[in-house]
Nanobody, 125 residues
Framework: QVQLVESGGGLVQAGGSLRLSCAAS????????MGWFRQAPGKKREFVAA???????KYYADSEGRFTISRDNAKNTVYLQLNSLKPEDTAVYYC???????????????????WGQGTQVTVSS
């Protein structure tokens, strides 16, 4: 089990950028795959990106190349760089962790056992 705390959300104009951070605590962080999900009011939680324990493989939802996931195991932190933001990107963004990820399909929320509390991203027109 790993504890996760997101930060970096806020209000940004359309076309702007944010970098979300997820700080993790736990002895086994470096062995966990990490993911980002988002959820807007009235919507289901949606997969955004994921990264394997060693950063060797990344998964993305269809974001038109605007988002980038990365991790720094020495700092126990995973990042989500959000560029060219659009109003439809407005949501609470959640960090998630799990010891394993599927290798033959895109990750789903049910694949992750640990979750942070989320950070709000609001994109204005």
């Amino acid at each position: 089990q790993v504890q996760l705390v997101e930060s970096g959300g806020g209000l940004v104009q359309a076309g702007g950028s944010l970098r979300l951070s997820c700080a993790a605590s736990g002895r086994t962080f470096s062995t966990y795959a990490m993911g980002w999900f988002r959820q807007a009011p009235g919507k289901k939680r949606e997969f955004v990106a994921a990264i394997t324990w060693n950063g060797g493989k990344k998964y993305y939802a269809d974001s038109e190349g605007r988002f980038t996931i990365s991790r720094d195991n020495a700092k126990n932190t995973v990042y989500l760089q959000l560029n060219s933001l659009k109003p439809e990107d407005t949501a609470v963004y959640y960090c998630a962790a799990d010891p394993t990820l599927p290798s033959t399909r895109s990750p789903r929320a049910g694949d992750f056992g640990s979750w942070g509390q989320g950070t709000q991203v609001t994109v204005s027109s």
